[in-house]
C-alpha cells in the first residue's frame, strides 16, 4: 500500500514535470518563431552583404589618407599646451602617466622631465582652433578641417601602430583599410585600381613602410593597393617591353584570357577570374595612368598652391597633387605615407623641416577639392600612427629636446566627405599626456570612416578560415558628433 | 473557481515566465512580424488591468495577513484568483510591451528603466502566487513582497508614461507655454534662438521680479541695459563681452554663470550666443537673411531642425538589375547607390571613349540615375539635353567639360538638383544671372576657373541666398611664392674627365643663375644656358628666379672628378655589419649616399669601418700620374660617425714596392654638429704608381664630449676620387 502511495506520488510528479515540460517547451518554440535564424545559424549573414554595394547612402565617395609616418608630435603641432612650457624640466606626476608603458627607448630613463613647445600657437578660424606657427597654410583652413585632438592607439612601437592604424589589427595579416574599402564600394574607374599607395620622405628621422600596409590579406587580391612611384615608371611592370606593339599585346591578352577561362572552368578557383581582370585593367592603365600622373599641364596657379615641390617628383607635395588627380578620376582610396615624423631627438630642428614638407600641399590639397565641387565628396584624412610624449627623450636643453612615443592621446584631422567643418573634437588633460574628453580609439575612427562611406563596420565582414573578419575587429562605434 | 480552470490558469502562468525570459535573453535578435504589430501596440490598452488588479490583489494581501480576514475563506479564494489573473494580465502586456518595444525609437534610457520595472511587478507577481499556499510564505515576506510590487507599479508607470506622452508631460503645460515651432524661414535669430535659450537657463533669477545683479533678461531693451557689473556684451567683439566671461569663467568662481548646481548652458548654446553677439546682436535678424555658409546660419539650422531626416526619401521604382549590369562598360560604371536603394550613381571616366551615346544609353534608367559625374569629358550643350531627361538628380559634376550658358539652361528642368559643379567651363555672369533663377532646390555650385569674377559672385551671392557658391583661388599675385632650389639633372655628379653642367629646375620658365667659383649667385652671375663645361671638381652656387614668383634660394652643388679609375679594386679589410654598401665597388661605382646613414634603411651607398681600419689596395695596369687622393665621407656626432683619425697613402711602381708617400691627420669635430659630408683630400707631390694603397683608421675612442666616449668611432665612405 505504502509502495503505491509512493508509486502515486511518483507518478504525479512525473505528470507533473512533462506537462511542465511541455509547456516550457512550447513557449520556448513559440518564441523562437520570432527570432529568425535561431537554429539556422548566421548563414545568411554573409550573403547579406553585396561586394561594391554599400549598406546605406554614401556621404563620401572617397578617401584620401595624408598618413604622416612615424607619428608626428601633436604637442608641436595641434595639442596646445601652456602648462608644459611652464613646467618645463619639472618631472612628469606619476600620477599623470598612470603607469603607462614606456619603450625601450626611454624606459630606463632616470627621469621624465616636461618638455613645452618650442614654437609657439595661435588661434584661427570661426572655432578659434589652436594651430601651431609650423603650420601656417593648415591655419588658414581651420574652417575647413574637423581637428581630433583625442585619438588614442593600443601599440607603442611603429609597426604594430601603423599596421593597428591601417588593418584594425598589430600584427598584420589583415586587409588594410582601402583593400575593405575597395572591397565594400567597388571600383569607380574601371581602368585604375580602386586602392592606390604613394610614398614620399622629409628629412627627419624616417621609419619604413611595407607593402604589408596596403595588402588585400585574405580579401581578393583585386583589392590590393598598387603603389605608384615617382619617375619614368610610375606602376611597375606595366609598359610594354621593347617589341611589343599594342595589338600585340591584346592578342595575347585575349589568348591568355582564353586559357585562363579554361582553367576557371576546370577549377572553379576565383582567383584566376580576379587574374583575368587584373591583366585587364592593366591593359586599360597603360594609356590611363601616363594620363593621371601627368602633371605639365597643371597650370601655375595650382602649382604656386600647393607649392613648386608638387613638380618634384617623389616630394610630399607631388604626390598630393597626384592624389588629387588619382581621386578626381575616381579611385576610392588613396593612401599617402609621408616618412620622417619619428623625432626622438633633434625635435625642433627635424619637426620644422617636416612640418614645412606637408603643410602647404595638405592645406591645398583641400583648397583644390574645394574648388572643384569634390569636397564634400571626398574625405581627406591628415595623421599619425600615435602621438608623442610630454617629457623629453634625451638631455632637455634650452632649445632642444626629444619625444618618445605615447600612444595615449595624439591629434589627426579629417575635412570634407560629410565630416562637420570647423570644429576640435576631443580634449587631453593640462599635460597633454591623457585625453579627457571624448576619447576617439582606431577601431572608432575606422567606424566612423567607413560609416561615411555608407559602410555599417559591423555588416562589412568577411569569412576566412571560418571567422567573420570585420576591420574594427569586435570593437568600434561611429563618433556621431563629428558627422554633419 | 472550478480547480481544473486554476490549474490551466497556472499552467499558462508557467508557460509565460518561460516565455518572457526567453523574449529577455533573445530581445536584442527579436523581429516582429508585421502582422503582429497590432498585438504589440495593444500594450497601451491592456496595460491599465495589471495595474489595477495588482494593486488590489497586493492591498488584500497585506491587509489578508491580519488574522480576521485569515480565517475567511472567501477572502483568501477571491485574494488568490485576483493575484493570479492579475499576474497573467501583467505577463501578457510585458509580452506586448517586448513587442512594441522592437518598433518604436524610444529613449533608451528610459524605456529601459520602464521594462525592467514591469518585468520584475510580473515575476514577483509570479513568486507570490506560486509560494502563497507553501508555509513558508511568512508575513514579513507579504508584507515587503507586495510593496515593492507596488513601488514597482508606481514607477512602471511614471516611466511609461515618460515614454509616450514625453518627460516632464505633467507640468509642461503650466510650466513653459511658449513651446511653439517655427519654421526656419520665418525664424528670428534674437526670438527663436536666443530668447529660449536666456529663457530657460538665465531668466529664473534675471526677470523683474527677482533681478539678480539688477539684470533683466526677458526683454531687448533691458538686455540692452545690462547689469550692476555693466553692460553685457561689446557688439561684434565676443571675446571681450562679459556675457561670454560669465559663461565661461571657471565654474568654481562666484562669476560662473548659471551658478554651478544650476542646469548649464550645452555647447551649442554657448557657440549660438558667441556667435550672435559676433554678428553684433541684432534684435530683428531672421537666420535666412544670413549668408549661407554663415557660421551662426548652419549652426541655428541644425539647432532648429534636430529632427531633420537625412536620407532622402526616393519616390522612385528601382530599375531592372539586368539593365544596370548591362549598362556597366569599362568606361561607365552604373551602381545602386545603397542596398535596397532605387536610386543610381553613375560615373564616365576616360575622354577617348565617351560620345554623346555614352549618356544615350543610359535612358533605360534615367529616373534613377541621382548622381552623376561627367569631369572632364568632352560634353557638349547638346548632351545636356540627355541629362535633362534624368530627372531625379540631385549631383552633376560637369568641371572641365566644353558646355556653355546654353546648356545651363537646360538643366534647369532638373528640380531635385542640389549640386552642380562647373569648375572650368565657359560659363559666365549673364548665363547664371538668367538661369540659377529656375534651379528650384540648387544649394552648391562650383564655378572656380570660370568666366565669372569675384564682384559678379558677390553679386550673385547677394541675389541667391539660399545658394553657396563655391569660387576657389584666383593668383591674383599678392601672394608670391618662393621658388624651389634648381638641381643638378646628371645621373651622377662623379665624373671622369669632364662634365657638361647641367642645371634644372621644375617650374617652367625659369632663369637659373649661377657661380663655379664659390661667388653668391646674385644678378651679376651668369645665367645657365647649358653650354658650361667643368673640368675640375666644383662648386655651384645657383638660384632661381621667375616673375610673379619670390626667387629662390640660393644652392650648392657639387661635381666630383674622379679620373683615374682602378683597373682592379681590392678590398683588404672588412666592412661594417651594416654599412657593406656594394663592396670594394662602391669607392668607384659613382653612386653617392645620402644622410641618415646610421639607419639600415638608408645605409646604401656607404662602406662603414667600425673596429679595424679601411685598407684599399688599387692597381693600374699602366702607371698613372697621380697628385690628389680624396674620399667623401659623412659625419654625424649624434650617431658616433666620425671622419678617420688617420689617412695614410701608400704608392709604387709594384705591389712588393710601395712606400708611404703621405699620411694625414684630418680635423675631426670638437662639440655635436648637425651631419654634415665632407670630402677628405690629400694632395700628394706628381708621381707615376702602378699600386697605391690608401689606409684610413677610424677613431679608435670617441673623445671624451661625446656620450660614448672611448668607444670606437664608425667611418663611412662612399666614394673615392684619384686624380
Not at chain 1, 248 to 277: C, H, W
Not at chain 1, 351 to 359: C, H, L, R
Not at chain 2, 150 to 176: R, Y
Request: aromatic letters at 10%.
Amino acid at each position: 500500500m505504502g509502495n503505491d502511495l509512493f508509486e502515486y506520488g511518483l507518478n504525479f510528479n512525473r505528470r507533473r514535470f512533462l506537462s511542465k515540460a511541455s509547456l516550457g517547451l512550447g513557449s520556448l518554440a513559440l518564441g523562437s518563431l520570432l527570432v529568425p535564424g535561431l537554429f539556422g545559424g548566421n548563414k545568411n549573414q554573409d550573403d547579406n552583404f553585396v561586394p561594391g554595394i554599400p549598406h546605406f547612402a554614401p556621404k563620401a565617395k572617397r578617401v584620401i589618407y595624408l598618413f604622416q609616418n612615424g607619428a608626428p608630435s601633436q604637442l608641436e603641432l595641434f595639442d596646445y599646451k601652456p602648462k608644459l612650457r611652464e613646467m618645463v624640466g619639472q618631472e612628469l606626476p606619476a600620477s599623470i602617466r598612470g603607469g603607462q608603458r614606456l619603450t625601450g627607448m626611454t624606459a630606463n630613463q632616470d627621469s621624465f622631465p616636461l618638455a613645452g613647445s618650442f614654437v609657439d600657437f595661435k588661434q584661427y578660424g570661426e572655432s578659434r582652433a589652436w594651430i601651431s606657427d609650423l603650420f601656417p597654410y593648415t591655419s588658414k583652413i581651420v574652417d575647413d578641417i574637423c581637428i581630433v585632438k583625442s585619438m588614442y592607439t593600443e601599440a607603442i612601437n611603429h609597426d604594430p601602430a601603423l599596421t593597428f592604424l591601417q588593418t584594425g589589427a598589430q600584427q598584420g595579416n589583415r586587409p588594410s583599410m582601402g583593400s575593405w574599402l575597395s572591397y565594400g564600394l567597388g571600383s569607380e574607374n574601371k581602368d585604375l585600381p580602386a586602392f592606390t599607395v604613394l610614398l614620399s620622405r622629409g628629412i627627419g628621422n624616417g621609419q619604413g613602410v611595407y607593402t604589408k600596409l596596403w595588402s588585400n590579406g585574405f580579401l581578393d587580391s583585386i583589392h590590393q593597393g598598387v603603389q605608384f612611384s615617382s619617375g619614368e615608371n610610375p606602376v611597375l611592370f606595366i609598359k610594354d617591353p621593347k617589341g611589343m606593339d599594342r595589338d600585340t599585346r591584346r592578342k595575347m591578352l585575349d589568348n591568355v584570357s582564353s586559357l585562363n577561362q579554361l582553367a576557371y572552368q576546370e577549377f572553379g578557383d576565383p582567383e584566376i577570374t580576379t587574374k583575368i581582370q587584373q591583366y585587364e585593367m592593366a591593359y586599360r592603365m597603360q594609356t590611363s595612368v601616363p594620363e593621371v600622373m601627368d602633371v605639365s599641364k597643371e597650370p601655375d596657379d595650382i602649382i604656386k598652391l600647393y607649392g613648386p615641390d608638387c613638380l618634384v617628383p617623389g616630394t610630399f607635395a607631388a604626390n598630393t597633387l597626384l592624389a588629387r588627380k588619382l581621386s578626381e578620376n575616381g579611385v576610392r582610396f588613396v593612401q599617402l605615407y609621408h616618412q620622417g615624423w619619428d623625432q626622438h631627438g633633434d625635435l625642433p630642428y627635424e619637426i620644422t623641416k617636416q612640418a614645412k614638407d606637408v603643410d602647404q600641399a595638405s592645406a591645398a590639397l583641400v583648397t583644390d577639392l574645394k574648388q572643384r565641387g569634390l569636397l564634400d565628396e571626398t574625405l581627406v584624412i591628415w595623421g599619425g600612427e600615435f602621438g608623442r610624449t610630454n617629457y623629453s627623450q634625451g638631455t632637455l636643453t634650452k632649445d632642444n629636446y626629444g619625444r618618445d612615443h605615447h600612444p595615449r592621446s595624439f591629434s589627426i584631422w579629417m575635412a570634407g566627405g560629410g565630416v562637420k567643418p570647423g570644429i576640435v573634437y576631443g580634449e587631453t588633460d593640462e599635460f597633454g599626456y591623457n585625453v579627457i574628453k571624448d576619447p576617439v580609439h582606431v577601431h572608432d575612427f575606422h567606424a566612423t570612416v567607413l560609416y561615411q562611406l555608407g559602410l555599417d563596420h559591423e555588416r562589412l565582414v568577411f569569412k576566412h578560415l571560418g571567422r567573420r573578419y570585420r576591420l574594427t575587429d569586435v570593437d568600434g562605434k561611429v563618433v556621431k558628433d563629428i558627422l554633419a | 473557481m472550478k480547480e481544473h480552470l486554476r490549474s490551466y490558469a497556472g499552467n499558462f502562468l508557467f508557460a509565460l515566465n518561460i516565455f518572457i525570459i526567453f523574449l529577455l535573453l533573445f530581445e536584442s535578435k527579436l523581429e516582429i512580424p508585421v502582422w503582429l504589430h497590432p498585438f504589440g501596440r495593444m500594450h497601451l490598452l491592456l496595460l491599465h488591468f495589471p495595474i489595477v488588479l495588482l494593486l488590489i490583489s497586493m492591498i488584500l494581501e497585506i491587509f489578508g495577513t491580519r488574522i480576521s480576514f485569515n480565517k475567511q475563506p472567501f477572502y483568501e479564494e477571491f485574494t488568490s484568483i485576483v493575484l493570479l489573473v492579475g499576474v497573467i494580465s501583467a505577463g501578457i502586456t510585458v509580452i506586448m510591451g517586448l513587442f512594441l518595444s522592437r518598433q518604436g525609437d524610444y529613449g533608451r534610457n528610459v524605456l529601459s528603466w520602464h521594462k525592467w520595472f514591469g518585468v520584475s511587478i510580473f515575476f514577483l507577481g509570479s513568486v507570490m502566487y506560486t509560494i502563497r499556499s507553501s508555509d513558508k510564505y511568512k508575513t514579513v515576506m507579504v508584507k515587503v513582497g507586495g510593496s515593492i510590487t507596488i513601488v514597482c507599479l508606481l514607477l512602471t508607470g511614471h516611466f511609461g508614461a515618460a515614454l509616450t506622452h514625453g518627460d516632464g508631460f505633467i507640468w509642461n503645460s503650466v510650466m513653459d507655454d511658449r513651446a511653439e515651432v517655427v519654421p526656419i524661414e520665418h525664424a528670428l535669430v534674437f526670438d527663436h534662438l536666443i530668447k529660449p535659450i536666456l529663457d530657460s537657463k538665465c531668466t529664473g533669477c534675471h526677470n523683474p521680479d527677482k533681478l539678480k545683479g539688477k539684470l533683466v533678461l526677458t526683454d531687448s531693451a533691458s538686455i540692452h541695459k545690462g547689469g550692476k557689473s555693466g553692460k553685457l556684451f561689446v557688439s561684434g567683439n565676443p571675446e571681450i563681452s562679459l556675457l561670454m566671461n560669465r559663461i565661461h569663467v571657471e565654474p568654481e568662481s562666484k562669476k560662473h554663470m548659471p551658478p554651478s548646481g544650476n542646469t548649464q548652458l550645452t555647447p551649442d548654446e554657448k557657440e549660438l550666443l558667441r556667435l550672435w553677439i559676433k554678428a553684433n546682436t541684432q534684435f530683428n535678424q531672421t537666420i535666412v537673411s544670413l549668408p549661407p555658409t554663415d557660421s551662426l546660419r548652419l549652426l541655428a539650422t541644425a539647432y532648429l531642425n534636430t529632427s531633420e531626416t537625412l536620407e532622402d526619401p526616393f519616390e522612385f521604382s528601382s530599375a531592372d538589375e539586368e539593365t544596370v549590369k548591362s549598362l556597366n562598360t569599362n568606361y561607365r560604371v552604373v551602381s545602386p547607390l545603397a542596398k535596397n536603394s532605387p536610386a543610381l550613381s553613375v560615373s564616365v571616366y576616360n575622354k577617348e571613349t565617351y560620345t554623346s551615346q555614352t549618356l544615350n544609353e543610359l535612358m533605360d534608367v534615367k529616373n534613377q540615375i541621382v548622381s552623376l559625374e561627367l569631369s572632364k569629358m568632352p560634353v557638349t550643350d547638346n548632351d545636356l539635353q540627355n541629362v535633362a531627361k534624368f530627372e531625379n538628380l540631385r549631383r552633376l559634376n560637369l568641371n572641365f567639360t566644353n558646355i556653355t550658358g546654353d546648356g545651363l539652361a537646360t538643366l534647369a528642368s532638373l528640380k531635385h538638383l542640389t549640386r552642380l559643379s562647373l569648375s572650368g567651363t565657359k560659363v559666365n555672369y549673364p548665363d547664371l544671372k538668367q538661369t540659377l533663377v529656375d534651379f528650384e532646390n540648387l544649394n552648391t555650385i562650383s564655378l572656380w576657373k570660370t568666366e565669372v569674377t569675384a564682384d559678379e559672385i558677390n553679386q550673385l551671392q547677394t541675389e541667391y541666398k539660399n545658394i553657396q557658391f563655391l569660387v576657389g583661388l584666383k593668383d591674383d599675385g599678392s601672394n608670391p611664392i618662393k621658388l624651389n632650389t634648381p638641381k643638378l639633372k646628371h645621373k651622377s655628379v662623379v665624373f671622369d674627365d669632364s662634365i657638361q653642367l647641367q642645371l634644372f629646375h621644375p617650374v617652367k620658365g625659369v632663369e637659373i643663375r649661377f657661380t663655379t667659383d664659390g661667388g653668391e649667385p646674385d644678378s651679376t652671375a651668369s645665367i645657365f644656358n647649358g653650354t658650361t663645361i667643368l673640368k675640375e671638381s666644383t662648386t655651384i652656387k645657383a638660384r632661381a628666379h621667375k616673375s610673379g614668383w619670390l626667387s629662390s634660394d640660393a644652392v650648392t652643388l657639387h661635381v666630383y672628378r674622379s679620373y683615374y679609375k682602378p683597373d682592379s679594386i681590392m678590398l683588404l679589410s672588412k666592412l661594417n655589419r651594416v654599412h657593406p654598401a656594394n663592396g670594394a665597388q662602391t669607392f668607384f661605382d659613382h653612386q653617392l649616399g645620402t644622410f641618415n646613414a646610421n639607419s639600415p634603411a638608408w645605409a646604401n651607398n656607404w662602406a662603414g669601418f667600425l673596429k679595424n681600419d679601411m685598407e684599399l689596395l688599387l692597381e693600374y695596369k699602366t702607371p698613372k700620374e697621380i697628385s690628389s687622393i680624396a674620399m667623401n665621407t659623412l659625419i654625424e656626432t649624434e650617431t658616433s660617425i666620425f671622419p678617420p683619425a688617420t689617412i695614410e697613402i701608400w704608392g709604387g711602381p709594384s705591389i712588393d714596392k710601395i712606400q708611404l708617400i703621405t699620411r694625414m691627420n684630418p680635423e675631426y669635430p670638437k662639440d655635436y654638429r648637425k651631419p654634415f659630408i665632407e670630402l677628405i683630400e690629400c694632395k700628394v707631390p706628381k708621381r707615376k704608381v702602378s699600386y697605391l694603397k690608401i689606409i684610413a683608421r677610424p677613431l679608435r675612442k670617441l673623445p671624451s664630449w661625446h656620450k660614448n666616449k672611448n668607444n670606437p668611432a664608425l667611418l663611412l665612405v662612399d666614394e673615392v676620387l684619384i686624380n
